[in-house]
Structure formats: C-alpha cells, structure tokens
C-alpha cells in the first residue's frame, strides 16, 4: 500500500522567517551556546546579524517570550531564559556548520505513506508508515539528504500542512513531542534518490546518522537517516 506525493504537489514549506529566526534562537539556548540569563546583542545588532528588520527581529523574540524562553525587561534588554522543552526537544539537534550554529531550513523532496520496507529496522506499532525524503540547508549552504519515517500510529503527514520544522508539525498537528532521541553515527553512501544538486553525487561516502526518537510511548515513534557532508557540516554534542 502507497501513496505518494511529489516535490511539485507540495506547497512552500518554509516557516515564515521570524519563527526560523525564534527557533535558531532556541537551538543556540539548547546546544549551551546562549545560556540561561545571558542578555542577547541589541536588536538592531541582532537584526543584522539575521539579515532581517528590527520589526521581523521582535516578532521572533515575542515567539521565545511565548514559550517561556526569553524574559524581556524594559530598558534593560531581552535575557534568555531554558526550558525543559528547549533541553529535550532542540538539543537534538546535532549538525551546525563548522563555524558552530546555522539557520535551518528543508526542501522537502517527497512525503509517501507506505508500507514499512524490510531493510528498516523495527520500530513502532504499524506496519506502514509516513516517508518523508528532505534535503537540509543550514544558512543556505546544503548541508544533507535524509530519510524520516514516522510510524503509522502515530499519525499520518499531511504534506499540504508540512513545515520545516518536523517537530513543530508533530507537536502542532499530531499531538506529540518527541522526548528523548538515540543516534548512531558512522559512514555511508549518499543514496540513489539524493537530489543532483546536492553536493556529493549517489555512491559517495559521507557521514551518516542513524536515529530513533521517542514521545510518550515505550515504542519508538520515528526512525530517520541522515547523509551530511563532512566538508561543510559537523555532527556536534555538548554535555553540561
């Protein structure tokens, strides 16, 4: 069983910018590269740094204040302020560009729902599935071809409504987090239905991630691999 849903069916999915600016933001907070307290650069300072205005800057950090991650006192400045849905959900994110960080966004290739093929590994409580094929960008430089699949259980993607922000969608439109993540990081080779303008042509040898995440049930709900190129992406945990 199958059904498919090509690049040219799909509508733009790229968030407005002011909640990709919000949501680099709360990555920085989540990696330990912003911490609690700390005062963020003046906004025009801050726009800049963004390529934005100043207006589109203060809609980004009025989506932070929203979430309880940003604390804005008058005629002092705006204070950055950790959650546990920052630490447990944006800390999974692993790739920023060697200078550290990047603004991220996805071309979404293909969304199918589909039958579990036999070379996944087990996961979840369906026997199909949603396959979303993407390929990341951080600041615009191409970064990664990967592979998502979401178990059937979970809820099905409805790729009219699909953003680039994966756990934005699941949390919005699904009904879940995801609260906890394994990876598994190693080599392998950019896949046959990687896209010719990625970077590294199918066959080649890259970085290659493996990941099973979690919500609230004891079955993993998403199973994904990430194919990176090393020369301008690194894979990147901090502990604190």
Avoid: C
Wanted: aromatic share 10%; charged share 25%.
């Amino acid at each position: 069983m199958t059904t498919k849903l090509t690049r040219q069916d799909l509508n733009s999915t790229a968030l407005p910018l002011y909640l990709q600016i919000s949501e680099s933001l709360i990555r920085e907070v989540a990696a330990g590269r912003l911490v609690d307290g700390e005062r963020l650069p003046p906004e025009r300072q801050l726009a800049q740094a963004y390529g934005t205005t100043v207006r589109t800057l203060r809609k980004s950090l009025a989506e932070m204040e929203k979430q309880g991650m940003l604390e804005r006192v008058q005629g002092s400045g705006n204070y950055v302020r950790t959650t546990e849905r920052a630490q447990s959900i944006y800390s999974m994110f692993r790739l920023e560009l060697p200078q550290g960080g990047g603004l991220p966004r996805a071309d979404i290739l293909d969304v199918s729902y589909m039958d579990k093929p036999a070379d996944l590994p087990a996961f979840g409580a369906s026997a199909q599935g949603s396959r979303i094929r993407r390929l990341r960008y951080l600041d615009d430089v191409q970064i990664a071809v990967e592979e998502i699949w979401l178990d059937g259980a979970a809820g099905r993607v409805v790729p009219e409504k699909l953003s680039d922000s994966l756990y934005r969608y699941y949390g919005q439109q699904l009904g879940f987090w995801i609260s906890r993540a394994e990876d598994r990081v190693s080599i392998g080779q950019v896949p046959d239905w990687s896209p010719a303008q990625f970077s590294k042509a199918p066959g080649t040898v890259i970085g290659f991630i493996e990941r099973r995440s979690w919500a609230q049930h004891p079955k993993a709900v998403e199973y994904s691999r990430t194919w990176f190129d090393t020369d301008k992406a690194l894979y990147v945990q901090r502990l604190t």
